[in-house]
C-alpha cells in the first residue's frame, strides 16, 4: 500500500450538494439506487473524516448554475440541456447547499464552482492547489463518469498524482459505475482504492511523516 507525502496532498470533494445527495434533491432519486448500493455517502464521509484527521488540505468543488446558464447557449450537451429543464445547483437555492455532513470546516478551501464537468476548468482549484504546493489529489464525490473522472483526467494532464476513492463516488447506473472505475481510471489513475484502503494508506503516511519528525 503507498503512502502519502501528507503536506503535498489533498482531498477534492466534488459536487456533495443537496440536489445530489440529499433527500428531496431534485437528482436524488436517479442516483439513489447505486449511491446506497456502493455506499457511496457514508464512505465520502469517511474519506472526509480521515483527510480532516490526517491534516491534508480539503477543497470543495460544488457546481452553481445561474438562470442564464445553459439555456441560450449555442453548444449544448445532453447534460446542459438536462440541467437547465431541471434547474439543477441553482445559486441562492437549497439545492446548491452543502449537504448537512460536507459543509466546509475553517481553513477549508471552496472552488469557484464548475459548470459542466471538470473541476478545473473556469475555476480556480489549480491555483489553490499549486499556491500551497500540492501535487496529490485524493477525489471522491459525484458523479463517477461526469464530474469525478473529468476533473481526474484534468489534474493527470496537469502533473498531479491521482487518486480516486472506488467506493466513495456514485452514478445514475451500475453499469455506468463499474465502466468508468474498471475500464477507464486503469488507463491513466495513479492510484484506485477503496476508503478502507486509504484508511490504510494515511495512517502510514502519517506514521512515516511522525518518525522522519
Given at each position: 500500500?503507498?503512502g502519502y507525502?501528507?503536506e503535498?496532498?489533498?482531498?477534492?470533494v466534488i459536487?456533495?450538494?443537496?440536489?445530489?445527495i440529499?433527500?428531496?434533491g431534485?437528482?436524488?432519486p436517479a442516483?439513489r439506487e447505486?449511491?446506497?448500493?456502493?455506499?457511496?455517502?457514508?464512505?465520502?464521509k469517511?474519506?472526509l473524516?480521515l483527510?480532516?484527521?490526517?491534516g491534508?488540505?480539503v477543497?470543495?468543488a460544488p457546481m452553481s448554475t445561474?438562470?442564464?446558464?445553459?439555456g441560450?447557449?449555442k453548444?449544448r450537451?445532453p447534460?446542459h440541456?438536462?440541467?437547465?429543464?431541471a434547474?439543477?445547483?441553482q445559486?441562492?437555492t437549497w439545492?446548491?447547499?452543502f449537504?448537512?455532513d460536507?459543509?466546509?470546516?475553517e481553513?477549508e478551501?471552496?472552488?469557484?464552482?464548475?459548470?459542466?464537468?471538470?473541476?478545473?476548468?473556469?475555476?480556480?482549484i489549480?491555483?489553490?492547489?499549486?499556491?500551497?504546493?500540492?501535487?496529490?489529489?485524493?477525489?471522491?464525490?459525484?458523479?463517477?463518469?461526469?464530474?469525478?473522472?473529468?476533473?481526474?483526467?484534468?489534474?493527470?494532464?496537469?502533473?498531479y498524482?491521482?487518486?480516486?476513492?472506488?467506493?466513495?463516488?456514485?452514478?445514475?447506473?451500475?453499469?455506468?459505475?463499474?465502466?468508468?472505475?474498471?475500464?477507464?481510471?486503469?488507463?491513466?489513475?495513479?492510484?484506485?482504492?477503496t476508503?478502507?484502503?486509504?484508511?490504510?494508506?494515511?495512517s502510514l503516511?502519517?506514521d512515516?511523516?511522525?518518525a522522519?519528525?
Amino acid at each position: 500500500m503507498t503512502g502519502y507525502p501528507l503536506e503535498r496532498t489533498a482531498l477534492v470533494v466534488i459536487d456533495a450538494t443537496n440536489d445530489f445527495i440529499s433527500e428531496g434533491g431534485k437528482a436524488w432519486p436517479a442516483l439513489r439506487e447505486v449511491c446506497e448500493e456502493v455506499g457511496t455517502i457514508a464512505n465520502m464521509k469517511r474519506v472526509l473524516t480521515l483527510a480532516r484527521e490526517a491534516g491534508i488540505q480539503v477543497l470543495h468543488a460544488p457546481m452553481s448554475t445561474q438562470p442564464w446558464d445553459y439555456g441560450p447557449w449555442k453548444h449544448r450537451t445532453p447534460s446542459h440541456d438536462g440541467m437547465f429543464h431541471a434547474q439543477l445547483f441553482q445559486a441562492g437555492t437549497w439545492g446548491a447547499e452543502f449537504h448537512p455532513d460536507f459543509v466546509p470546516a475553517e481553513g477549508e478551501v471552496v472552488v469557484t464552482p464548475h459548470k459542466t464537468f471538470d473541476a478545473f476548468h473556469g475555476t480556480d482549484i489549480d491555483t489553490q492547489l499549486r499556491q500551497r504546493d500540492i501535487d496529490h489529489v485524493i477525489i471522491c464525490g459525484l458523479t463517477t463518469n461526469t464530474c469525478v473522472d473529468s476533473t481526474g483526467r484534468d489534474a493527470v494532464e496537469r502533473g498531479y498524482d491521482v487518486t480516486f476513492v472506488s467506493d466513495a463516488v456514485g452514478t445514475f447506473t451500475m453499469d455506468i459505475q463499474r465502466a468508468t472505475i474498471e475500464l477507464n481510471w486503469p488507463r491513466y489513475a495513479h492510484q484506485i482504492v477503496t476508503t478502507d484502503e486509504l484508511t490504510e494508506s494515511l495512517s502510514l503516511s502519517g506514521d512515516a511523516t511522525a518518525a522522519v519528525a
